[in-house]
């Protein structure tokens, strides 16, 4: 009987793919083996790359490579690893067919030959011999090439538990056979068991019946090819027409916004023909001023030219215009607002095609200076005093014109107008400590509080100024910062040895993922998030790291 073929060796399995190595290439520090393309697939989809350097981390062991200027190179580059390729070139020596007549006489001989009622592999110099021989005489023997061709059911006819004998009888009960020994051991209480030879007696018969049901099943297994093949190139078809719906809708909207971006083009540039023309204005009255100064300090310049009385006269004229000039210029500067432009754009995500108006507005800001002109120093615009607090930790905007804060002393959050005046407060259950406003609610906003560890969310009320509390999330231990980025919000907390770990939970409170900081690092709480990536600062060496959000998105 044949032997079974012993598994795949592991050491030539490769850990990414699971499959024998093809171009086996070593890292050269960890010395764990991928297939080339393999670590070049893993190199693409996980690398971490900073400030143009890139971090390479070894996907078994999690070495990390640092500061690798050339990915492609240094992957083309590594090391070949030989012992690998001679162990895979052993092991497809050793998968040939070898003859099993040989093998229980510890020898090695490629099998040519295959014997149906032995279901040995044979080779030359033992097929003659089993046909010779008086037992096997009358076996069947083919060649490998044929046996491997043809649907054998030989394989079957030894018995499970012992491989040296025959099948004989069958068991009904148990739906299986045996030879004689598991008869007399397995099977002496079942009803019914019989002979082989008297159950193949009625094969005949069976046979013909099977043949008309399978080709019964036959035929309604092509009916339904033939259905599922027309429904798959319907299907295609209707893909097409759709792709085409698609490129012409596509078409519509790139129109539509060409023609919006003409219009919104166009307003830009009769509003920065206006503000032009202010700052024209603007610009020749201090220029007639700056002539004027230009010439008094020329004609002083060249005083000796002149008599003394002529310059006396002059001299005193100059001292009445010195007050008129300043207040003139102190006027022009009092009266000077910087124009800024603001790009406002519409919301036109669910309905854009049909219900754009407008890409965007130009809006002309007119903003106070910040700077004195005449001592080039930035000059301090407002100071807002919140009424009833004492000690604030975090500030935020909502909706783009209002602010929230809260007092650690008093407990409260606070809702102002863009001037600072008080237009309502709440008290918070516990001692807060920072604000974040959720993306997707234009009047909402989460507040951190310490014992209890809780994220509350409040909702603002701007037409009749209020602040209610919506629902409050439990924390697993106290919250430093908080941010939010779509549908999710983020919580950092402290672990053990000042680490900084994020956690980020939907809006109803289910816990998502958990993210840590860069190293043994704390991060105070301040994060935020630009595009796909937290940024945070660092204490330990005064710096701002990020963490890839692309998982929880």
């Known amino acids: 009987m044949a032997t ?159 491989s040296s004998r025959k099948l004989e009888v069958y068991c009904f009960d148990h739906e299986e056979p045996c030879c004689l020994m598991c008869a007399t051991v397995s099977h002496r209480k079942c009803e019914k068991v019989s002979s082989l030879d008297e159950c193949s007696l009625y094969s005949a018969e069976k046979v013909q019946r099977l043949k008309t049901e399978f080709g019964e099943l036959k035929k309604r297994c092509e009916s339904e090819v033939a259905r599922v093949e027309d429904d798959k190139a319907n299907f295609k078809k209707e893909s097409k027409r759709i792709e085409a719906r698609v490129k012409g809708l596509t078409e519509e909207i790139i129109q539509t916004l060409r023609d919006k971006e003409k219009d919104a083009l166009n307003g830009l540039a009769k509003t920065e023909k206006e503000q032009t023309l202010v700052l024209q204005t603007k610009l020749e009255e201090l220029q007639t001023v700056q002539e004027k100064l230009e010439r008094s300090i020329q004609l002083l310049q060249h005083s000796e030219r002149f008599s003394k009385i002529a310059m006396f006269l002059e001299i005193k004229k100059m001292e009445k215009e010195i007050s008129d000039i300043d207040l003139r210029i102190k006027e022009l500067m009092k009266s000077y607002k910087i124009p800024v432009l603001n790009l406002h754009l519409n919301e036109f995500g669910r309905s854009f095609h049909s219900s754009l108006n407008s890409l965007c507005e130009i809006e002309v800001k007119l903003k106070t200076t910040g700077i004195d002109y005449r001592s080039a120093k930035l000059v301090l615009e407002k100071s807002l005093n919140v009424q009833g607090s004492s000690c604030l930790t975090d500030i935020e905007v909502i909706n783009g014109t209002h602010l929230v804060t809260t007092c650690q002393v008093s407990k409260m959050v606070y809702l102002l107008d863009a001037d600072g005046t008080l237009l309502s407060s709440t008290p918070l259950p516990s001692t807060p400590w920072a604000i974040a406003p959720l993306r997707k609610h234009e009047f909402q906003f989460c507040v951190t509080t310490q014992n209890p560890n809780l994220v509350g969310i409040y909702k603002a009320d701007i037409q009749d100024p209020c602040i209610t509390r919506c629902k409050e999330l439990l924390l697993p231990n106290t919250a430093w910062g908080i941010c939010t980025f779509e549908d999710k919000i983020i919580v950092s907390f402290w672990e053990a040895q000042n680490k900084q770990v994020f956690r980020v939970y939907d809006e109803e409170g289910n816990y998502i993922k958990e993210l840590h900081s860069y190293g043994n690092s704390s991060c105070n709480g301040i994060h935020a998030i630009s595009g796909r990536y937290l940024f945070y600062t660092v204490n330990t060496d005064h710096s701002v790291h990020s963490n890839d959000l692309s998982s929880v998105m």
Not at 60 to 70: E, G, L, S, T
Not at 92 to 108: G, L, P
């Open 4 to 162: 079974c073929v012993p598994p795949t060796n592991d050491l030539i399995v490769c850990p990414i793919c699971f499959d024998v190595f093809r171009d086996p290439k070593t890292l050269p520090q960890c010395l764990h083996t991928f297939c080339k393309s393999c670590i070049c697939s893993y190199a693409s989809t996980t690398l971490n790359k900073i400030l143009g350097k890139t971090n390479f981390i070894c996907p078994v062991c999690r070495k990390c490579y640092d500061n690798v200027d050339n990915i492609d190179a240094w992957l083309e580059n590594l090391p070949n690893n030989h012992l690998i390729v001679t162990l895979i070139n052993q092991e497809k020596m050793e998968s040939k067919e070898m003859c099993d007549y040989c093998k229980r006489q510890e020898k090695n001989e490629s099998a040519k030959y295959w014997c149906a009622e032995c279901s040995d592999n044979l080779c030359e110099k033992c097929a003659k011999f089993h046909k010779v021989n008086r037992l096997t005489m009358e076996h069947k023997v083919c060649s490998i090439e044929a046996q491997n061709q043809t649907e054998s059911f030989s394989s079957v006819l030894f018995c499970k538990q012992h």
